[in-house]
């Protein structure tokens, strides 16, 4: 470090005045419109939002309504009677298809128009959509109809190829192979196709049609003597024309109807036993049915248990016509209580997304209608019984739904508020804030003037950073060379202020020499003169001054008492930020320390250092106090970082006068002198060193007896 000559201590924060309230009567208004702006736009947002939430609510109503009727009219078709009558139906397996029972008693497998027109009608059909074909697995819903299963296969097949009478090999001819699979076993069926006796196969129009006759068992041949089952009847229908485009006749693959009745022996024998008869089968939903038709060499062209089946109608297919949070209940009446067939329950199928705010804020928007569900019911009459149908509606779903939709348009309200407090800022910050402390400083211009140190407070009073080329920088440019004239006619006064002084000193210095000279003659307490030339000594000082400071900071009396040094450290540390020094940590002994020292003046001597350690070190680095409580004499150390002090200079810093002209701020080189006086009055030392990155003021206090309470 380099010490040149003394600098002027610091001075307080600049004194500002308190502007009265007429002069923010118009940034008040300014602030109060751009308010009253950004609470109409969210009230008009709210507004807006109310009124959707009432007529979606209304809408919901009239949909709801028209909802349950479109199911109902569902339900009354045969094919939503199928799926009544089938509410419990079983999914599809890879072992085959469930029977399900059909709106009608029984089938007429034998004519092509009414067995496509009753798959049709009654929707039984299972697709398959990669080549269009489709079965049917159904059985009539009467006991007298013989505990049959129909299937009726659309496909699309190449022609087929009927066994001669008497043949037992089937491998080159073209048949169908049966399974059923029910709780008392499995039963198996081959049935090739044959040319019916009165008629060729080639009907003349190249259309085919023949009989399906089924033989009991399994494989690729006949077992000689075997004979068809008497109630398995088929009969195959083949179109004349191609059904693929681009392939030709004969041997073209054709739109193909087959049509069978297959007869179930565990069936059969349940409903001609003893007892009452029960239909459908109880074990309908453990059965399984599965068909095959392979071509000549063995080659399969249709399984119904692959895979990529779509499934006909059913119940669950009404789940996805609901909204979420509606439930529709479908019961059957009858004699007794309503029995339950089925219970389906939307769901929320929309991926939008709300935020949670605006859905608590939709939930408590007010509106006329207060339910929170709505309720709907319809009867169905079929001709397999009634249902009634009861829709619930969650009109809190409406609510939700909506809020979706007010988080997309949030984003716009959002960006209005936002263009709003932009605006506000731009003319916040760009005009008022400047005029606001164009208005400050003018004002404290003339506050300050009568401040003892006014030179340097206008030097605090600059306005040049706030000049440009728009009005707010003119005004701001002409105020600041208003303010240099001031500074400079103070600047003036102040000289020849101290121009006086140094005079008046001088005149004082020339009178004191005669007064030495009559005091030396009459030095005698007893003469009369003595007590007068006494008087106008002490009048001299007084007005003229007769010690320069180091001699009156010397020369002050220190009243030493009992101090607790851990206390007192600490209270340091925590009040250290209102005299501007930021960032003191004490780490505490955790007991008394109790030392001989006057409280006042040490806080003056603690208060110097540390001043000294702030303008040395680190912006935003600690200054830390340590207490030694080890030694003979109590003591404590102060330490920061930063740039160490020439080791020749260790003791001249704390003579008077000696400072650092290059260090930050500005300094009178008396702070250390200060210290060092008043520890030595105080019985204490101080010193100083280059420690840890830093330096280190280390001070000494005789111990004292601790302070008893009375």
Same mark, same amino acid.
């Given at each position: ?95 085959? #298809? ?8 029984? #089938? ?29 697995? @159904? ?168 895979? @990529? ?158 000049? @440009? ?45 005669? #007064? ?28 003229? @001054? ?55 003046? #040490? ?108």
């Amino acid at each position: 470090m380099k010490f040149g000559p003394l600098d002027l201590p610091s001075l307080p924060a600049l004194a500002l005045p308190r502007l009265p309230l007429s002069a923010f009567r118009r940034r008040i208004v300014f602030h109060g419109v751009f308010l009253l702006l950004a609470l109409a736009v969210v009230g008009l947002a709210l507004t807006l939002l109310a009124e959707e939430k009432q007529r979606a609510r209304e809408r919901y109503e009239a949909g709801f309504r028209q909802t349950l009727s479109t199911m109902a009219a569902q339900l009354r078709h045969p094919t939503g009677q199928l799926a009544l009558i089938n509410a419990d139906a079983a999914a599809p397996s890879g072992a085959g #298809l469930t029977p399900v029972v059909l709106p009608f008693s029984a #089938l007429d497998y034998s004519d092509p128009f009414k067995a496509r027109q009753a798959v049709e009608m009654s929707g039984c059909a299972v697709h398959w959509p990669d080549d269009g074909g489709q079965l049917c697995v @159904g059985m009539g819903n009467s006991a007298y109809a013989g505990g049959v299963v129909y299937l009726v296969a659309d496909l699309v097949l190449p022609p087929a190829v009927a066994r001669e009478k008497g043949t037992l090999d089937l491998a080159p001819v073209s048949h169908a192979v049966v399974r059923a699979e029910t709780g008392a076993g499995t039963e198996h069926w081959v049935a090739p196709f044959e040319a019916p006796g009165d008629a060729p196969v080639d009907v003349g129009d190249g259309g085919l049609r023949g009989r399906v006759t089924g033989f009991s068992g399994e494989g690729s041949a006949l077992v000689k003597g075997s004979r068809p089952v008497r109630d398995f009847r088929g009969w195959l229908w083949q179109e004349a024309g191609c059904a693929v485009p681009g392939q030709a006749l004969p041997g073209c693959a054709r739109r193909t109807l087959i049509s069978l009745r297959v007869p179930v022996e565990a069936w059969r024998k349940a409903l001609f036993s003893q007892g009452p008869r029960t239909w459908p089968p109880a074990d309908l939903g453990r059965t399984r049915l599965r068909l095959q038709w392979v071509a000549p060499g063995g080659q399969v062209l249709f399984d119904s248990a692959r895979a @990529g089946a779509v499934q006909p109608f059913s119940l669950q297919h009404l789940g996805s016509t609901l909204a979420g949070g509606e439930v529709l209940r479908i019961e059957r009446l009858g004699s007794g209580a309503p029995q339950l067939v089925t219970q389906l329950r939307g769901q929320d199928s929309s991926d939008e997304v709300a935020a949670p705010w605006l859905t608590r804020l939709v939930l408590k928007l007010p509106s006329s209608d207060t339910r929170t569900q709505v309720q709907a019911s319809e009867t169905v009459n079929t001709s397999s019984g009634r249902y009634q149908l009861s829709l619930t509606g969650d009109l809190t779903s409406v609510d939700r739904s909506l809020s979706a939709t007010a988080t997309r348009m949030s984003g716009f309200v959002g960006a209005m508020l936002a263009a709003i407090v932009l605006a506000w800022l731009v003319i916040e910050l760009g005009l008022i804030r400047p005029v606001a402390r164009l208005t400050q400083r003018a004002a404290a211009l003339n506050y300050n003037m009568q401040d003892p140190q006014v030179e340097r407070r206008l030097g605090d009073l600059d306005v040049r950073d706030m000049a @440009g080329r728009d009005e707010m920088g003119i005004l701001a440019s002409t105020l600041a060379g208003l303010l240099q004239r001031v500074k400079e006619g103070v600047r003036r006064e102040h000289l020849r202020n101290e121009q006086e002084r140094d005079m008046w000193h001088a005149v004082g210095h020339e009178i004191m020499s005669p #007064l030495q000279s009559l005091m030396v003659l009459h030095g005698d307490a007893a003469d009369p003169s003595h007590r007068y030339v006494h008087r106008m000594q002490q009048a001299v000082r007084v007005l003229y @001054g007769s010690a320069s400071p180091s001699e009156a900071i010397s020369s002050a009396s220190v009243e030493v008492d009992t101090l607790d040094l851990n206390q007192f450290l600490q209270h340091v540390a925590v009040n250290a930020p209102y005299a501007g020094i930021q960032n003191v940590v004490f780490e505490t002994a955790g007991a008394p320390v109790w030392v001989q020292a006057s409280e006042h003046s #040490l806080e003056d001597v603690v208060t110097h250092v540390l001043r000294n350690a702030d303008r040395y070190r680190p912006p935003g680095s600690p200054i830390t106090l340590t207490l030694d409580d080890r030694g003979a004499m109590a003591g404590f150390a102060i330490h920061n970082t930063g740039p160490a002090i020439d080791a020749e200079r260790l003791e001249a810093i704390f003579e008077y006068g000696v400072t650092d002209a290059s260090a930050p701020g500005e300094s009178r080189g008396q702070g250390l002198f200060v210290a060092r006086t008043y520890m030595a009055k105080m019985g204490g030392t101080i010193t100083a060193a280059n420690a840890d990155g830093g330096v280190r003021f280390v001070l000494h206090l005789p111990r004292a007896t601790p302070r008893v309470s009375a």
